[in-house]
């Protein structure tokens, strides 16, 4: 066990809807980093959260959006589905942001559009 | 912008036989390498990394990996392949010319260990 949570780990819904996934980081980590993964395009960095601020983003869609809570619980918000869309997206954690320390990923929340 | 490239999309391997799953990247400053190892239907697990110092690191369940400068390479290896290995294996980088916060992921690389 990571320490990393995920919610849910299963999400089954139909295009054009909006859903959100919610990540609690291991006790003490102040950064959070979200990553999609699908078959034909890998593991994709979508964006980096420390302490509340944005600090990286990557090949996140302008239909997704993400923010990191006082609590440092993060939750990425994905709308106007699209089929496309569906694959596992994965939170990671680490204590600071980037540099030496390795990331803590949770188990990933499996997104299916219909 | 950093890059990373994992050659081989599969390496089948006997076991009790040595393996090596490579990487190869590219940084504007200096590479911070780690490798991961995802089972099926779980999360990444850190295995190695390397930030600085011996080029050789190593790292859980027996892996070690060799970071080479010249051929801006990041090897992972085992002397004795497991079953239990089979996996798909990712090799991921930060650069520190870019700030360090972005990780990068490999494509991947999916070990078959054969018994």
């Known amino acids: 066990d990571s320490g990393v949570t995920q919610t849910p780990k299963h999400l089954i819904t139909a295009t054009g809807q909006r859903v959100t996934l919610r990540c609690s980081p291991r006790?003490?980590?102040?950064?959070v980093y979200w990553y999609q993964q699908s078959l034909d395009q890998g593991l994709q960095f979508l964006i980096q959260y420390y302490n509340g601020e944005e600090r990286a983003k990557g090949n996140i869609l302008e239909r997704f959006s993400a923010q990191q809570f006082p609590d440092l619980h993060s939750e990425l918000n994905l709308s106007s589905l699209e089929l496309g869309d569906s694959a596992l997206y994965f939170c990671?954690?680490?204590?600071?942001?980037?540099?030496?320390?390795?990331?803590?990923f949770g188990q990933g929340t499996r997104l299916t559009v219909v | 912008a950093q890059s990373v490239a994992q050659p081989e999309d599969q390496v089948n391997v006997a076991e009790g036989n040595p393996l090596t799953v490579k990487c190869t990247y590219s940084?504007?400053?200096?590479?911070?390498l780690f490798w991961y190892v995802q089972y099926p239907n779980r999360g990444l697990q850190f295995l190695l990394k390397?930030?600085?110092?011996?080029?050789l690191v190593k790292g859980s369940y027996g892996f070690e990996a060799e970071f080479n400068k010249s051929q801006t390479s990041f090897h992972l290896k085992k002397p004795s392949a497991l079953v239990s290995d089979s996996a798909l294996y990712f090799c991921a980088v930060r650069d520190t010319g870019d700030g360090g916060f972005k990780t990068i992921f490999g494509a991947g690389t999916r070990l078959f260990v054969k018994a």
């Open positions: 990671a954690s680490s204590v600071v942001q980037g540099g030496y320390t390795e990331a803590f």
């Open positions: 006790s003490g980590d102040l950064s």
């Open positions: 390397y930030i600085t110092g011996d080029n």
């Open positions: 940084v504007s400053g200096n590479p911070y």
